[in-house]
């Protein structure tokens, strides 16, 4: 993906593409029980998904993405005994959930009226 890039550029695909290689090779190593090296993987993922929400804006699919990855370093941390990284981490995934929540118009069934 790595000479993809190089290539093509930081177009909008191939960053999306980028960051899911990045978070599969985070949770191999997080199977093998490498935390730090599956940690640097979700960390350089949720970079790229910044990146791609700065370009896309708050389309569903990079607020998802984003949040995902916000997860996964989350966990990370949290696999590693950081929990307060951790709780940063699923925070701020919320956020960008309840952003999303926003964006499509969802509400809750039991609020709905």
């Known amino acids: 993906m790595r000479v993809l890039r190089e290539r093509l550029g930081d177009t909008p695909k191939v ?3 980028l960051s899911v290689s990045l978070e599969r090779v985070g949770d191999a190593a997080r199977a093998l029980g490498r935390l730090e ?3 640097r993987a979700y960390a350089e993922s949720l970079a790229v998904r910044r990146v791609l929400r700065e ?3 708050d389309t569903p699919g990079a607020l998802r993405d984003l949040s995902v990855s916000l997860e996964r370093v989350g966990d990370a941390a949290r696999a590693l ?5 951790a709780e940063r981490a699923y ?4 956020a960008v959930m309840r952003v999303l929540r926003e964006r499509l118009g969802i509400r809750p069934k039991c609020c709905a009226t």
């Open 15 to 17: 960053l999306r593409d």
């Open 37 to 39: 090296d599956a940690e």
């Open 55 to 57: 370009r896309l804006g």
């Open 81 to 85: 005994g950081r929990l307060e990284d």
């Open 91 to 94: 925070a701020d995934s919320l």
